[in-house]
Nanobody, 126 residues
Framework: QVQLVESGGGSVQAGGPLRLSCEASGLPYNVNCMGWFREALGKERERVAHMYTGVINREGESTYYADSVKGRFTISRDNAKNTLYLQMNMLKPEDTAMYYC??????????????WGQGTQVTVSS
């Protein structure tokens, strides 16, 4: 059974940091990417960042960030802990959203999610 459990969300003032965590278990062998998506109230879910998590060394070239978070957010993983992170710095009110962890497989240069977490709320006040 696949489980993606997010944590680390909360309320923060603009300019502050937060770090989201996603602990994964039960992922099938063909999962080779993980990422973060977010959904703000009244808006469509958007891709924030993704990275390659497979065995063959493709790291770096397959890491994606949305333009709106480049230079402020960093995606990373700890293989020993089966955990994906999203370090968010210099947060802005427009970063307020429910953040979802996802796991899937690359189709071309895009990580296509097949599994989702339940989400963790991030609220940034001005």
């Amino acid at each position: 059974q696949v489980q993606l459990v997010e944590s680390g969300g909360g309320s923060v003032q603009a300019g502050g940091p937060l770090r989201l965590s996603c602990e994964a278990s039960g992922l099938p062998y063909n999962v080779n990417c993980m990422g973060w998506f977010r959904e703000a109230l009244g808006k469509e879910r958007e891709r924030v960042a993704h990275m390659y998590t497979g065995v063959i060394n493709r790291e770096g070239e397959s890491t994606y960030y949305a333009d709106s978070v480049k230079g402020r957010f960093t995606i990373s993983r700890d293989n020993a802990k089966n955990t994906l992170y999203l370090q968010m710095n210099m947060l802005k009110p427009e970063d307020t959203a429910m953040y979802y962890c996802a796991a899937g497989a690359f189709i071309g240069d895009t990580c296509a999610p097949g599994f989702w977490g339940q989400g963790t709320q991030v609220t940034v006040s001005s």
